[in-house]
T-cell receptor, first 117, second 109 residues
Framework: GAVVSQHPSWVICKSGTSVKIECRSL??????MFWYRQFPKQSLMLMAT?????????EQGVEKDKFLINHASLTLSTLTVTSAHPEDSSFYIC?????????????FGDGTRLSIL | KQEVTQIPAALSVPEGENLVLNCSFT??????LQWFRQDPGKGLTSLLL?????REQTSGRLNASLDKSSGRSTLYIAASQPGDSATYLC????????FGAGTILRVKS
């Protein structure tokens, strides 16, 4: 149980393109979803936290107009990288939690590798 | 601000050896601590989760311990195998998950 699907797994696009990444909880309702970013040989850094039906909370230094997050249902959150540039190339991973309580575990997707040419 | 440190950064051992990975954190006000495995270019696989009230958790050849008061956790891998080669991440949960930089493990056959 507790499966999180992330799509696409890999995307290559030209500079200036907007890219949408989907994160779905397949067998549970995700009260809260999280988006992380991982640069090569570095660890995961939390970008934002989203609760279903409300605006996402962004971490310090993350541009909310650059990284648009939508959590319109209890099973789907999307991250849109707007007008992507080469410096946005990274590995993006989502996670989902079936509870509003922070002490419950997060379940992770398989990640999306974004390459901007 | 929570900071998580993992030592060593990289480790290379011969097959069959027992090994210990270390994780330390600065703020002991945590709900739980989790160890993950990450293969190159892949997502995270959860290995063990230890609640703040627990001292250790075991799964097969893996054993994780937690000493919340001293801000330390260890992941013990018994009888290592080449298939254990991966990056191991420690993550501390105190409202948010804060990850360490990981230990890159290589088990040589």
């Amino acid at each position: 149980g507790a499966v999180v699907s992330q799509h696409p797994s890999w995307v290559i696009c030209k500079s200036g393109t907007s890219v949408k990444i989907e994160c779905r909880s397949l067998d549970f309702q995700a009260t809260t979803m999280f988006w992380y970013r991982q640069f090569p040989k570095q660890s995961l850094m939390l970008m934002a936290t989203s609760n279903e039906g409300s605006k996402a909370t962004y971490e310090q230094g993350v541009e909310k107009d650059k990284f648009l997050i939508n959590h319109a249902s209890l099973t789907l959150s999307t991250l849109t990288v707007t007008s992507a540039h080469p410096e946005d190339s990274s590995f993006y991973i989502c996670s989902a939690r079936n509870s509003e309580y922070s002490n419950q575990p997060q379940h992770f997707g398989d990640g999306t590798r974004l390459s901007i040419l | 601000k929570q900071e998580v440190t993992q030592i060593p950064a990289a480790l290379s051992v011969p097959e069959g050896e027992n090994l210990v990975l270390n994780c330390s954190f600065t703020d002991s006000a945590i709900y739980n601590l989790q160890w993950f495995r990450q293969d190159p270019g892949k997502g995270l696989t959860s290995l063990l989760l230890i609640q703040s009230s627990q001292r250790e958790q075991t799964s097969g050849r893996l054993n994780a311990s937690l000493d919340k008061s001293s801000g330390r956790s260890t992941l013990y891998i018994a009888a290592s195998q080449p298939g254990d080669s991966a990056t191991y991440l420690c993550a501390v949960n105190g409202n948010k998950l804060v990850f360490g930089a990981g230990t890159i493990l290589r088990v040589k056959s």
